[in-house]
């Protein structure tokens, strides 16, 4: 077996998860949660045994209830419309994600069209054109810049964070070509935890005799994975939710990864289903040690409670930050069941 990494939680999934583990800790369910937290399954259903209540419109969100945003970024009008139902609303989305948003405004103000490179529907995508929808086109094919005008406006190219590197790519030069002067931002709007997991599936893929892509079908980093393996040759690609979703008869060299918002728990069962003969080989491609802080909301409120119960148990001292040790926090902690691979 041939284990890529990086694989698996990405720094906005580990806040996101641990941002919505501190939720569920600190008010009585049900807490509320603005679509999916992360897109994985197993997650999702961890949250849910814990009384977190997903939701598609903040309408559903009784007034004064607790409310976290999921880390795929809400529309502006969503999160203005959470903040004005009179309870406390957690905005969990990545930072990489806030970089696109405000990116698109800036454009737009600008007086730029921008070319947003996305899959329509996903939750991502739409919270991103959203920040200026009268001034976005979606772009999913080569035939959606053909349709454009190249004469009508200045263009700017943004893009959805998981895309895989070769389907942005592929339409990125299609609008350099269509587009002489189009602007691009000086640093890819593609997620570097996205293109580490592609770069390090693409080393294994291309030698493989299958490979296995952990994660949700809802997921878009992990669809990218799938794409990414077969595009570097390999025939045999599964993706699968957990190890009992695994194929019979899998042999020869078996290759294997986990989509950014994988538990690494469901890496290891399926390590222990495949039971391989000739051991485990990890593939390095790169070191991650990029980490996103909790969300200043709910640190912010963390600090009150802390400070309430001080009061309560007739404390003097200042408290402490309750996520001072936030760093050194695995997700995979929290979640029930889950134990990192060695």
Not at 153 to 173: N, V
Request: proline share 7%; net charge negative; charged share 20%.
């Amino acid at each position: 077996m041939l284990l890529a990494s990086p694989r698996g939680f990405c720094a906005g999934v580990e806040k996101a998860i641990k941002a919505l583990d501190w939720m569920v800790t600190v008010f009585e369910p049900p807490v509320y949660c603005y679509h999916e937290i992360v897109h994985n399954r197993h997650v999702v259903e961890h949250f849910l045994e814990r009384g977190v209540l997903f939701i598609d419109d903040v309408a559903d969100v009784p007034e004064g209830a607790p409310l976290m945003l999921s880390a795929h970024g809400s529309p502006p009008e969503v999160v203005d419309r959470a903040r004005a139902n009179g309870g406390v609303v957690v905005d969990a989305v990545c930072p990489l994600v806030t970089k696109v948003h405000h990116e698109l405004k800036v454009r737009a103000r600008k007086g730029y069209t921008v070319l947003y490179v996305g899959h329509a529907g996903h939750e991502e995508a739409v919270g991103t054109m959203a920040v200026a929808p009268a001034s976005v086109h979606l772009i999913e094919r080569t035939e959606d810049l053909d349709a454009i005008d190249p004469a009508s406006s200045p263009f700017a190219l943004l893009s959805q964070t998981t895309l895989s590197f070769d389907e942005w790519a592929d339409l990125k030069e299609h609008a350099i070509e269509r587009f002489p002067d189009l602007w691009m931002p000086n640093r890819s709007d593609l997620c570097f935890a996205t293109t580490n997991r592609q770069s390090a599936l693409r080393e294994i893929a291309e030698i493989a005799d299958a490979v296995v892509v952990i994660g949700s079908a809802n997921s878009s980093n992990t669809v990218a994975l799938t794409e990414v393996a077969r595009a570097s040759g390999c025939d045999r690609v599964y993706r699968v939710n957990s190890a009992q979703e695994l194929p019979g008869g899998l042999g020869g060299v078996v290759g294997v990864t986990a989509g950014a918002s994988a538990p690494d728990a469901l890496v290891a069962e399926v390590i222990e289903a495949l039971a391989p003969s000739r051991g485990v080989e990890t593939m390095v491609v790169t070191e991650e040690d990029e980490y996103f802080p909790p969300p200043p909301e709910l640190r912010e409120l963390l600090r009150a409670v802390a400070l309430a119960l001080g009061v309560l148990c007739d404390v003097p001292e200042a408290p402490g930050d309750p996520v001072a040790d936030d760093r050194e926090t695995e997700a995979s902690t929290v979640l029930t069941g889950t134990a990192a691979v060695p």
